[in-house]
């Protein structure tokens, strides 16, 4: 579940193509095509960016830039069919501007064709200048979190309809860190957020302490299917070092796998992928850091990893790397991303993290996955089960692209409102697709997420028919009282519309599970295919998504990729917009005042 780091505002300039449909016989549709990056893409992409700036301010009234602003381009995405958008961060007057967000759409001859815009609001903030010292917003950041704070940094905080000039401070203690947001002018605390994407929420944890749970998840030491193992193209007797090689994993959870290592020297091997990017699995060994240069790396002379028991500290090592290169390899084959960031750049992991952590997360300070190994009692075992990572790095990605933030955070760190609720359907949605990407036979693909966690009710959340998650609470149609509804309960919403355009409403049987999907005053939906859903969403998350999207906002977005990918008339289309209203999201019963 995620925890999400309100980033600072990068300044750089960063150009990087994404991906716009699904590559594959498996995930065969129109514009499944994708502009790789060359030399002439790139500096393309820099007449794309000067384009889209120039267009923001051309337009102001409708992308909402002031004087004052500067945009910084995080993403280009080339579409094949013509089209050109750039997602921009802003400053004000120099200061990062949290929630200034906002992606400019071209069209292919490079004019104005709309925008996607966080803030609906001028982000200039009504006090120009701080009364707090960044001393004083420090110390009021390190009580309310209840840790040692960091630099204070001056930002406009243009979030849930403000404009105010803020300090952003980060508070870390052993094993957490937040991000608080003070008020620059009363020394009002506006936001107290975890950094982290712990997957079991504090509200979860405590629904099971009350119900007493143990979990004890169920593992698989058979052997895998070949399908599940990881293709290395390293040669036996390679001379030339360091190489990849063919290695072999024993994991807790799915049983005996390929893994794809790095052959340093003669007889000598390291848990690293060459092929991926260099994405390796580390051992925190009981450790808090954030560093993943501070993590011990795993070698040895065999090149077989782990015993299939917790007994060897290299197995859960095994499952981590599984679970992390399958989950690149989805991202890679379906969309073309190339890694969480689409850099081309590696996905790290340290597992046993901490002493007795009964969690798992993603992690934005180390950029990378932390597994703890449960705490003894309630969570008998790691959680380095393959859904939990697809889960996890999905964080990564959403972060990378609309960084999809909750509108408000209690006290215990639960998170509220539609964008988060929006990020945690996101996870369990691209989550569950690593599952069906990877075909493992001792983790079954389906539409269930944390289905091996050993819980009573037999999975953690399902997409087809929330509410059968009693745990969180989860729903299965919009209300407006979904704006205060923790974000695991309220993704239901968008993870049940998903289903339905996949797979339409009512009973059937997917591989070794029964799925009966509802729908809202029984409309009836007929399902356009799991590949042609997925290829919908991933492009409304990285074009038509910003930070503060909401479930109506969410429904326009998967309408507009429908659009793109296969016409405004076509039964996909159709099928979009009859999946949120079988969900209660409707044009109709769009709220007038956006919180």
Same mark, same amino acid.
């Given at each position: 579940?995620?925890?999400?780091?309100?980033?600072?505002?990068?300044?750089?300039?960063?150009?990087?193509?994404?991906?716009?449909?699904?590559?594959?016989?498996?995930?065969?549709?129109?514009?499944?095509?994708?502009?790789?990056?060359?030399?002439?893409?790139?500096?393309?992409?820099?007449?794309?960016? $000067?384009?889209?700036?120039?267009?923001?301010?051309?337009?102001?009234?409708?992308?909402?830039?002031?004087?004052?602003?500067?945009?910084?381009?995080?993403?280009?995405?080339?579409?094949?069919?013509?089209?050109?958008?750039?997602?921009?961060? =802003?400053?004000?007057?120099?200061?990062?501007?949290?929630?200034?967000?906002?992606?400019? +759409?071209?069209?292919?001859?490079?004019?104005?064709?709309?925008?996607?815009?966080?803030?609906? +609001?001028?982000?200039?903030?009504?006090?120009?200048?701080?009364?707090?010292?960044?001393?004083?917003?420090?110390?009021?950041?390190?009580?309310? &979190?209840?840790?040692?704070?960091?630099?204070?940094?001056?930002?406009?905080?243009?979030?849930?309809?403000?404009?105010?000039?803020?300090?952003?401070?980060?508070?870390?203690?052993?094993?957490?860190?937040?991000?608080?947001?003070?008020?620059?002018?009363?020394?009002?605390?506006?936001?107290?957020?975890?950094?982290?994407?712990?997957?079991?929420?504090?509200?979860?944890?405590?629904?099971? =302490?009350?119900?007493?749970? !143990?979990?004890?998840?169920?593992?698989?030491?058979?052997?895998?299917?070949?399908?599940?193992?990881?293709?290395?193209?390293?040669?036996?007797?390679?001379?030339?070092?360091?190489?990849?090689?063919?290695?072999?994993?024993?994991?807790?959870?799915?049983?005996?796998?390929?893994?794809?290592?790095?052959?340093?020297? =003669?007889?000598?091997?390291?848990?690293?992928?060459?092929?991926?990017?260099?994405?390796?699995?580390?051992?925190?060994?009981?450790?808090?850091?954030?560093?993943?240069?501070?993590?011990?790396?795993?070698?040895?002379?065999?090149?077989?990893?782990?015993?299939?028991?917790?007994?060897?500290?290299?197995?859960?090592?095994?499952?981590?790397?599984?679970?992390?290169?399958?989950?690149?390899?989805?991202?890679?084959?379906?969309?073309?991303?190339?890694?969480?960031?689409?850099?081309?750049?590696?996905?790290?992991?340290?597992? +046993?993290?901490?002493?007795?952590? &009964?969690?798992?997360?993603? *992690?934005?300070? /180390?950029? /990378?996955?932390?597994?703890?190994?449960?705490?003894?009692?309630?969570?008998?075992?790691?959680?380095?089960?393959?859904?939990?990572?697809? +889960?996890?790095?999905?964080?990564?990605?959403?972060?990378?692209? &609309?960084?999809?933030?909750?509108?408000?955070? *209690?006290?215990?760190?639960?998170?509220?409102?539609?964008?988060?609720?929006?990020? $945690?359907?996101?996870?369990?949605?691209?989550?569950?697709?690593?599952?069906?990407?990877?075909?493992?036979?001792?983790?079954?693909?389906?539409?269930?997420?944390?289905?091996?966690?050993?819980?009573?009710?037999?999975?953690?959340?399902?997409?087809?028919?929330?509410?059968?998650?009693?745990?969180?609470?989860?729903?299965?149609?919009?209300?407006?009282?979904?704006?205060?509804? $923790?974000?695991?309960?309220?993704?239901?919403?968008?993870?049940?519309?998903?289903?339905?355009?996949? $797979?339409?409403?009512?009973?059937?049987?997917?591989?070794?599970? !029964?799925?009966?999907?509802?729908?809202?005053?029984?409309?009836?939906?007929?399902?356009?295919?799991?590949?042609?859903?997925?290829?919908?969403?991933?492009?409304?998350?990285? =074009?038509?998504?910003?930070?503060?999207? *909401?479930?109506?906002?969410?429904?326009?977005?998967?309408?507009?990729?429908?659009?793109?990918?296969?016409?405004?008339?076509?039964?996909?289309?159709?099928?979009?917009?009859?999946?949120?209203?079988?969900?209660?999201?409707?044009?109709?019963?769009?709220?007038?005042?956006?919180?």
């Amino acid at each position: 579940m995620r925890r999400p780091h309100i980033r600072t505002v990068a300044v750089a300039v960063a150009v990087a193509t994404a991906a716009t449909g699904l590559a594959g016989t498996a995930f065969a549709g129109p514009g499944t095509g994708e502009r790789h990056a060359t030399a002439s893409a790139s500096s393309n992409a820099a007449v794309v960016v $000067e384009a889209a700036r120039t267009a923001a301010f051309a337009h102001a009234s409708a992308t909402g830039v002031s004087k004052g602003d500067e945009l910084h381009a995080q993403d280009v995405m080339l579409d094949p069919e013509g089209a050109r958008h750039v997602r921009f961060v =802003r400053t004000h007057n120099g200061l990062p501007v949290l929630g200034g967000d906002l992606v400019v +759409h071209l069209d292919g001859k490079l004019g104005y064709a709309g925008v996607t815009r966080a803030a609906g +609001h001028t982000v200039k903030p009504a006090a120009a200048k701080a009364k707090l010292t960044a001393a004083q917003a420090a110390a009021t950041a390190a009580r309310a &979190a209840k840790g040692d704070a960091g630099g204070a940094q001056l930002v406009v905080d243009a979030r849930g309809g403000a404009s105010a000039l803020a300090y952003q401070v980060t508070v870390t203690d052993q094993d957490t860190a937040r991000t608080v947001v003070v008020d620059a002018v009363s020394g009002k605390v506006r936001s107290n957020t975890p950094t982290r994407d712990e997957f079991l929420s504090p509200k979860l944890l405590d629904a099971l =302490r009350e119900r007493g749970e !143990t979990l004890d998840p169920a593992t698989g030491t058979a052997s895998a299917s070949a399908a599940s193992g990881l293709a290395g193209s390293g040669a036996a007797g390679a001379t030339r070092y360091p190489s990849a090689a063919k290695g072999t994993g024993k994991t807790l959870f799915v049983g005996t796998v390929g893994l794809t290592t790095t052959q340093t020297s =003669r007889g000598h091997y390291q848990l690293k992928d060459p092929n991926r990017y260099g994405t390796e699995t580390r051992d925190a060994k009981g450790s808090y850091t954030e560093k993943f240069g501070s993590g011990a790396k795993f070698t040895n002379t065999t090149n077989v990893w782990g015993n299939g028991a917790t007994s060897s500290r290299v197995t859960v090592a095994a499952d981590a790397q599984y679970g992390v290169t399958k989950t690149l390899d989805f991202y890679k084959s379906t969309f073309q991303r190339k890694g969480i960031r689409n850099n081309s750049k590696a996905a790290q992991a340290m597992v +046993h993290w901490g002493k007795k952590v &009964a969690n798992a997360f993603w *992690d934005p300070t /180390c950029n /990378c996955m932390l597994y703890g190994d449960g705490d003894g009692q309630m969570f008998k075992k790691p959680l380095v089960v393959l859904d939990v990572t697809g +889960h996890e790095l999905t964080h990564g990605v959403v972060e990378a692209t &609309a960084n999809l933030q909750p509108t408000f955070v *209690d006290a215990d760190g639960n998170q509220y409102g539609e964008p988060g609720s929006l990020n $945690e359907s996101l996870a369990d949605i691209f989550g569950s697709n690593v599952e069906f990407y990877a075909k493992n036979a001792k983790d079954t693909p389906d539409y269930l997420v944390g289905e091996k966690l050993g819980l009573a009710q037999k999975f953690l959340r399902r997409l087809d028919r929330p509410s059968l998650d009693k745990l969180e609470g989860t729903i299965d149609y919009w209300s407006p009282d979904t704006y205060y509804t $923790e974000v695991h309960a309220g993704s239901g919403v968008s993870s049940h519309a998903y289903y339905l355009l996949a $797979e339409g409403s009512g009973k059937k049987k997917i591989g070794d599970v !029964t799925y009966n999907s509802p729908t809202y005053r029984n409309l009836q939906v007929k399902g356009i295919g799991r590949a042609k859903a997925t290829a919908i969403y991933y492009r409304a998350l990285t =074009r038509y998504m910003v930070s503060s999207t *909401d479930f109506h906002q969410a429904r326009t977005a998967t309408l507009k990729a429908a659009k793109d990918l296969y016409g405004a008339n076509s039964t996909e289309y159709k099928t979009v917009d009859k999946s949120w209203a079988a969900v209660n999201v409707t044009a109709a019963n769009t709220p007038r005042a956006r919180h």
